[in-house]
């Protein structure tokens, strides 16, 4: 069974920085296709970045770009999400999503805040 656990979330001042992490068990992750998406209250998830699987492409939503960085390791089986600059509409819960063509999954997410 795929597992994904994410950590690294917490209250962080505006202008400071996180780096969270997801750790995924019962899977190649080799063959999976990388995200993290947020959810702030009362709004829908989205994509804040992606990496493919092979770690040769990043996508960032626009708003990201320039201060969020995602890279993995396949051999430790671990992405991450490197956030600088942090603002206070960065507040959300940030998921980790792994993806195939067949399968979806996703960890059950962390908290960042960003308040002074």
């Known amino acids: 069974q795929v597992q994904l656990v994410e950590s690294g979330g917490g209250l962080v001042q505006p202008g400071g920085s996180l780096r969270l992490s997801c750790a995924a068990s019962?899977?190649?992750?080799?063959?999976?296709?990388m995200s993290w998406y947020r959810q702030a209250p009362g709004k829908e998830r989205e994509l804040v970045a992606g990496?493919?699987?092979?770690?040769?492409?990043?996508n960032y939503a626009d708003s990201m770009k320039g201060r969020f960085r995602i890279f993995r390791d396949n051999a430790k089986k671990m992405v991450y999400l490197q956030m600088n600059n942090l603002k206070p509409e960065d507040t959300a819960v940030y998921y980790c999503?792994?993806?195939?063509?067949?399968?979806?999954?996703w960890g059950k997410g962390t908290l960042v805040t960003v308040s002074s």
């Open positions: 990496i493919t699987s092979d770690g040769g492409s990043t």
């Open positions: 019962g899977c190649t992750f080799s063959w999976y296709a």
């Open positions: 999503n792994a993806r195939t063509s067949f399968h979806d999954y």
